[in-house]
């Protein structure tokens, strides 16, 4: 049988995003590829199943993919679909990430039932993430206000906010674009207040490093400008040994064959927030992350993030 007539099973979590998420590979690898067989398998991970407590603790964010990974060893799926900004540095050997779709809006939003933007709100105001990041930076911004913990995927927490829990939640803006909710963003926060996560708005697609035939059919998905964005980023974020869960931003652009990236890492209460940023050739991009890392580390990023694990 030909690599062209496969039946690849996309091994995904079941949130409605992760849904979107492996659907949109579906149907993409079905458009480049069309006599493929392409199926689903959506699983519950441990990190679904824990919902109380906070991630840091229970072992990060691997826990949403050790399953589907082990599905991928024992040959009942073929490949995994991820947000970017959701898997760790470090894969397990065997595997590796063979295509990066092309980015969604890479901002956060700030949604609100209340106020249009996030200057508006009135002092003391409630504002709901669980994000280091974000509270680093919001904190900063707008230091009058409260931060109060928010987990569940997308469709929990605008659940939250619209029970009148919070005045404002902050969300990536491309999980309200995927899931069909753009008009849930009242406000894009540019990049000067928040900073993006890592591979924020990007999809990539995990296989095992041993498929030749599949890793060469994915290629196909493969967005060479949204990768070597990401490899920017991810660079910055593995050189500050940035794991899960941490306050680190990193936003990465291309301008025809120029690349520059810009990091940031803060203390969670807004305090002290330090920033880089390197541009250069876009072939370097993973030279240019670990340049942003090298500047940050010299401005004192591994005393903040030490403190955290203290
Ligand atoms: N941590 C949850 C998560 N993982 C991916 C997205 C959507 C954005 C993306 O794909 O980068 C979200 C929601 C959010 O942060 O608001």
Redesign the pocket.
Known sequence: MSAENRTIRIATRKSA?AMW?AEYVQSQLLRHHPHLTVELLPMSTQGDKILDTPLAKIGGKGLFIKELEIAMLEGRADIAVH????IPVEFPHAFGLHAICPR?N?F??FVSNSVTQLDDLPHGAVVGTS?LRRQSQIRKYRPDLTIRDLRG??NT?LAKLDNGDYDAI???????I?LGMPQRIVQQLPADISLP?V?????GIECRNDDDELIALLQALNDPQTHLRVSAERAMNARLEGGCQVPIGSFATLDGDTLTITGMVGKPDGTKLIYASATGKAHRAEGLGIEVAEALLAQGAKEILQALYE
Do not use: F, Y
């Open positions: 995003l998420q947000s970017m900004k959701d969604e890479p956060d939003a994000s995927n997308v927490r902050i969300l990536a803006a491309a999980g309200l995927r996560a591979g924020q708005g990007a999809v």
